[in-house]
């Protein structure tokens, strides 16, 4: 006959294992609050340009709080439109661009040589959250590699010669998180002898359903 001693040992043995087995369960549960959302996004990357001597191609409606803050930052007295790249990615996917030409060419380099711009996304990953949805962008590269002479060589008969070429890379890679359908500056990207200024500018538009 079991002795009520050592039935109540088993009973709190019993017991202990229970919790044990059932707490894992609801600290994982707690840990994760967080859903995530399998939405189509439009990514709209806006090249603005800064400058005190002239400007450009007029501002949409859309960038009016961007280009305020700019000004309440910023002492450049004019901003303009370099250009605009629109794209869909999905989240939890990515994006890769490049082309030939644009406005990250120095007046320096070699007109005879293209300018490699290039505009990636590692990873578009949305979440909602218990503040709203936030658009995280990981490994945010935006740049150009320009061509830059640092020689020349002059042919044996001394009567020809050719530049040097040599690429640089020049833009802003970077990890952030923005609102849904709400601009945000990425950065700013100094250009030319004057002073002028890239501004890199992003929006990600939830697509309707």
């Known amino acids: 006959m079991i002795s009520n001693k050592l039935c109540r040992v088993i009973l709190l ?7 044990s087995a059932a707490a894992p369960a609801v600290l994982a549960q707690d840990s994760n609050p967080v ?20 400007g450009g191609e007029p501002l ?6 961007v280009v305020k803050q700019l000004r ?24 890769n661009l490049s ?3 644009g406005p990250l060419r120095p007046p320096s380099t070699i007109s005879t040589s293209p300018t490699l711009n ?3 996304i590692g990873q578009l990953r949305v979440f ?53 359908d709400q601009p945000t500056i990425v950065g700013t990207l100094n250009v030319g002898p004057t002073g002028d200024s890239i501004i890199v500018v992003i929006c990600a538009r939830r697509v309707q359903r």
Request: hydrophobic fraction near 40%; include cysteine.
């Open 13 to 19: 043995v019993l017991c202990c294992a229970l919790l």
């Open 128 to 180: 909602e959250n218990a503040g709203g949805p936030m658009v995280q962008i990981q490994r945010f590269s935006f740049g150009a590699r320009v061509p830059i002479q640092t020689g020349t060589n002059i042919a044996k008969s001394g009567t020809t010669s050719a530049p040097v070429i040599a690429y640089e890379h020049l833009g802003i890679s970077s990890d952030f998180s923005v609102r849904p």
């Open 72 to 95: 309440g930052t910023l002492t450049f007295k004019n901003y303009s439109l370099a250009a605009t790249l629109l794209h869909r990615v999905k989240s939890g996917g990515s994006l």
């Open 35 to 54: 859903q995530l959302v399998t939405d189509n996004f439009d990514t709209e990357l806006y090249l603005l340009l800064a400058s005190n001597e002239r």
């Open 99 to 101: 082309w030939i030409g």
């Open 118 to 120: 290039q505009l990636s």
């Open 60 to 65: 949409p409606a859309s960038l009016d709080q």
